[in-house]
């Protein structure tokens, strides 16, 4: 699901820069932000990157019992909740050509379509996005919020990333939900409780 989350996110964000930039190609690309050469990412492209993922604890489901639809209960591990962290960075750095302003601006705006489009809709599911269904049937709901860091947080996590800082915005994506199908047990589920015989017995 971490995977087709994010590819629908790509899509959806290629899909937008298509319209906005008047070109049927594509902008950002579901890529690492380093490796071993240098900047990963492609050049005059953007890239969505996983940086962090975390189990979201406030809103942990702590039910594990569940009737299914013969009347039995089932018993399972309790769904989890994840965030995503996702960093867009524009890599608009062409050095082939002695001026690399016009690159640089060109980035800025492309990584600025971004931000609006999250802007205008940052809650996805499967009622106002039909897409996101058949990307993954599993996948109900994503928030995005636009996460902010200080300067230091921000050295120390391109520090980590190893390569040089490149125009980018985080965003956490909230509430990616996990539940594997597989029973603890399963039982017929308790219907009434026999006070009488009970007292018949004492």
Same mark, same amino acid.
């Given at each position: 699901m971490i995977h087709s989350s994010l590819r629908f996110l790509t899509r959806t964000i290629n899909d937008y820069l298509s319209m906005k930039n008047g070109l049927d190609e594509n902008k950002i690309f579901l890529t690492h932000v380093s490796d071993e050469s240098g900047v990963a990412i492609p050049d005059k492209s953007l890239g969505l990157s996983l940086v962090n993922i975390e189990e979201e604890k406030i809103f942990k489901?702590? #039910?594990? =019992?569940?009737? #299914? =639809?013969?009347?039995?209960v089932e018993y399972r591990n309790p769904e989890l909740k994840l965030n995503l962290y996702v960093l867009i960075s524009a890599n608009y750095q062409n050095k082939d050509i002695d001026d690399p302003s016009d690159d640089y601006y060109e980035g800025l705006k492309q990584l600025s379509y971004v931000i609006s489009l999250f802007q205008s809709k940052n809650v996805f599911t499967n009622d106002n996005t039909p897409a996101m269904a058949s990307e993954d049937p599993n996948i109900k709901k994503l928030i995005l919020e636009l996460y902010s860091y200080s300067f230091e947080q921000m050295y120390n996590f391109w520090s980590v990333l190893g390569t040089k800082y490149l125009p980018s915005v985080l965003y956490k994506v909230r509430l990616l939900k996990i539940q594997e199908e597989e029973l603890i047990s399963d039982a017929l589920p308790i219907e009434e409780i026999d006070l009488l015989s009970k007292t018949k017995e004492l």
């Open positions: 489901e702590q #039910n594990t =019992a569940f009737i #299914n =639809a013969n009347g039995s």
